[in-house]
């Protein structure tokens, strides 16, 4: 009876394996995609890299514009209320000289008719009644804004793309992450199957 053959280690296999598995059909297809792989990984690389130096010349641009953007708005802002201060004060220059005009005729109502006191009466009842609009007129030149509002849609202006997986997950994919790895060897005339723990 012909002795049993002895236990292959791992510091044998790679002696064993190297000289059949590197020549043959099945590993070779697997070497052509692992360095085709290899070759887009690398394009990739350069691809993020033009995208994120295309990205920040943008982002550099967009804000330039915004930039600019408020800048023109504060100054058509200061010039629309330059506008509306003039246009107040001219209002209410010319009420105040009426009121003046009305001051002076109540001096000399003593010498009116009947008829000229009821017109005055008249015109100074309706010049009062104008005076709510004084108020208004004093708060045309105030400025609103939301600086808040503006803010938050500031901060949520622009986006970047989401990476939805990390390298862990990549790495810990089942034919990566195995303990025990098992290699068939038939094609060198050894049926054994060889296991070890990395």
Known sequence: KPPPNP????????????????????????????????????????????????????IKVTFGELQTCIMDREVALMSELDKIKKEALEILDSRQ???????????VAIQMSESQL?????EIKHFVSDRKYDEEL??????????????????QFGEGEEINLSSDSLQNSP??????????????????VIRWNR
């Open 118 to 122: 009821a017109e005055l009466r008249a």
């Open 7 to 58: 236990p292959i280690f791992p510091s044998d296999c790679a002696a064993l394996i190297s000289p059949c598995l590197t020549t043959g059909p099945y590993i070779e297809k697997s070497m052509k995609d692992l360095q085709r792989c290899t070759v887009s990984l690398a394009r990739y690389q350069l691809l993020i890299k033009e995208e994120m130096d295309a990205s920040v010349k943008k």
């Open 175 to 192: 034919r990566s992450s195995t303990a025990i790895t098992t290699i068939m060897v038939t094609s060198c005339g050894v049926s054994d």
């Open 97 to 107: 000289r009426r009121a003046e005009e009305l001051k002076r005729l109540t001096d």
């Open 138 to 155: 004093g708060r045309s030149a105030r400025f609103t804004g939301s600086p808040e509002s503006l803010g938050a849609q500031i901060q």
